[in-house]
């Protein structure tokens, strides 16, 4: 990955500051390797560092830059609540909600529907009905399985299931999302607003959370939450908050920001969290700030 970005930044060096033609000129590099995978998250990366500098060589906030302005932003709390059963998924929940949060999410795909519908109901149990609850299969079961999933948790209180299936079986999440009462969600994995037209195309989810790192950054994700315009359809941000938080101020079906601290460690600013709302953090550009000693410690090489 490294190598990568190392590699492309010598078409971008010396460039004229235009990410539209910068990814013009990248994508058509990548014709025949294709920008999937680790090529779309360097490309990814890199269109979101020019569109950062962009706006801060106009002393902009990204999200002003892009013709909006920085807003108060619905957040809920992605970190934690893996697969660790019914009892610590409880206690977890508990805290990711005493943190400042009305909404969190659980990852669900344990060995039986019977396990998924207890884990919820525990969590739903110690949290209480105020707080909106997320669900996350992340792509581990087949279509048929999710079908009897979905079903199961008919009555389970949750406000979505993602990515209950293969992320580009589009045709398999529709199947699903017909016999499931609750909204299905899905997009992190999507690879550019080409993939986001078949997504919609083949009626795949309720909801789409395009992740900036693979979507192919500003660009993509600015093409992409067209799209979801034009059909009403919700977005949701899937990592990378301090950036995407921006990108959601100027989605106009914007859903809710997903909240990690994974980068907090390399940051020297961090996002306030209060009753269940975050804004873009303040300053031109993105506004993130490196602990420029702990980028160094933490850096690959
Ligand atoms: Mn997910």
């Known amino acids: 990955m490294t190598a990568l970005v190392t590699d492309f930044s010598e078409w971008v060096i010396g460039a004229e500051l235009s990410p539209f033609s910068i990814e013009e000129s990248i994508q058509k590099r990548l014709r025949l390797l294709g920008s999937q995978g680790l090529t779309g998250m360097a490309l990814s990366g890199i269109d979101m560092a020019l569109w950062d500098l962009l706006a801060k060589t106009q002393g902009l906030p990204l999200a002003t830059l892009l013709g909006g302005q920085p807003m108060e932003l619905p957040v809920y709390n992605s970190k934690g609540l893996g697969i660790i059963g019914p009892q610590m998924a409880a206690a977890e929940a508990k805290g990711l909600v005493a943190e400042g949060f009305d909404a969190i999410k659980v990852r669900l795909g344990y060995p039986t ?102 979507i192919g950054g500003v660009t993509g994700w600015m093409r992409s939450v067209a799209l979801a315009e034009a059909i009403g359809m919700p977005i949701s941000s899937h990592l990378y908050p301090e950036f995407s938080a921006h990108l959601l101020c100027v989605t106009p079906t914007r859903h809710w920001l997903e909240y ?42």
């Open 113 to 214: 529907a019977k396990e998924d519908v207890a884990v919820v109901a525990a969590v739903r149990a110690a949290v209480g009905d105020e707080v909106r609850l997320f669900s996350d299969y992340n792509q581990s079961l087949s279509v048929t399985e999710a079908r009897v999933r979905a079903i199961a948790l008919k009555d389970s209180t949750l406000d979505w299931i993602e990515e209950p299936v293969h992320f580009d079986d589009y045709d398999g999440h529709a199947e699903v999302r017909a016999v499931s009462d609750i909204p299905i969600q899905t997009g992190e994995n999507c690879w550019g607003p080409h993939e986001v037209a078949k997504a919609f195309k083949a009626g795949a989810c309720d909801y789409f959370m395009p992740d900036a790192g693979k």
């Open 260 to 301: 990690v601290d994974w980068a907090e460690p390399i940051l020297a600013t961090s996002m306030q969290i209060s009753n269940g709302k975050t804004q873009p953090l303040e300053g031109p550009g993105a506004g993130l700030e490196w602990d420029e000693k702990a980028v160094e410690k933490y850096a690959f090489r």
